[in-house]
């Protein structure tokens, strides 16, 4: 008997070890262990040429605390995506680390997030610290992603510049709020809606678009599954021009 149970005992904890990797893959909120860098050649901020297709808009956002990802850049789901990334030497690094948004696409060293300057600095205790992490040039981190949070800034739609009625529409969605993604977007006149393809980065077009008034609709995709249609309150105002910005009017909690 005693055999028996020392067996009964062995496999419950052989399953525990196993499931337990399992477990902390999916944790949601957990951080994960990766590497990070910082744009080499950029001022604080980041690009406004970056993958995403956000302009000048991707350097400035969340004040210049910005980011390039690879593996979480996901075909362009990942832009507008917000994570918490610190770096984990304590001799350098705050607990606090810094909240970025992905507006490119890269990697450096075995990297996952290229980090504009400013928000590379700002993960450091101090002005003196961060200047030794400059010269490390790539450090350890951990990263999770977070809730987007844009105070007093609604959802809003940037027109391409190259858009023309009846032609040609494409559009950015600026500030994306909470921490879910942008999986699929509509485009509605009346009672008719169409899905738009996403021609790369957070940049969704469609050819021979109608004049207007048009309701965005956004499929906002979560873990496990969890899926809303956000309707904006606001349309896109009929005889809509390229380069223009319209408030949709709708926050996300």
Not at 121 to 138: C, E, H, N, P, Y
Not at 190 to 209: D, I, M, N, Q, Y
Not at 212 to 225: E, F, H, I, K, Y
Request: net charge negative; charged share 20%.
């Amino acid at each position: 008997m005693a055999l028996k149970l020392h067996s009964l005992f062995a496999l419950s904890t052989a399953l525990i070890l196993i499931q337990a990797p399992a477990e902390a893959a999916t944790c949601t909120g957990c951080f994960v262990q990766s590497r990070a860098t910082y744009y080499p050649n950029s001022d604080e901020q980041g690009t406004d040429t970056g993958a995403c297709g956000f302009g000048s808009f991707g350097a400035n956002i969340n004040g210049g605390d910005v980011s390039a990802a690879w593996d979480l850049y996901r075909d362009g789901l990942g832009c507008g995506a917000c994570y918490q990334v610190r770096c984990t030497d304590s001799n350098y690094c705050s607990d606090k680390g810094v909240t970025v948004v992905i507006t490119d696409q890269g990697s450096g060293d075995s990297t996952d997030f290229i980090l504009s300057r400013r928000a590379f600095g700002r993960m450091a205790q101090t002005t003196d610290k961060a200047s030794s992490l400059f010269t490390i040039g790539v450090i350890g981190i951990e990263y999770r992603r977070v809730s987007c949070s844009y105070p007093k800034k609604n959802i809003t739609i940037k027109i391409d510049e190259s858009s023309s009625y009846p032609h040609y529409l494409g559009f950015v969605i600026w500030y994306q709020q909470g921490d879910k993604d942008i999986t699929a977007v509509q485009l509605c006149e009346s009672f008719t809606c169409k899905l738009l393809e996403r021609s790369h980065g957070a940049v969704w077009t469609t050819t021979s678009p109608p004049s207007g008034p048009l309701s965005v609709r956004m499929l906002l995709s979560g873990d496990g599954g969890d899926e809303t249609w956000l309707v904006p309150v606001n349309d896109i105002p009929e005889g809509w021009k390229g380069g223009e910005t319209y408030d949709t009017g709708v926050q996300v909690n």
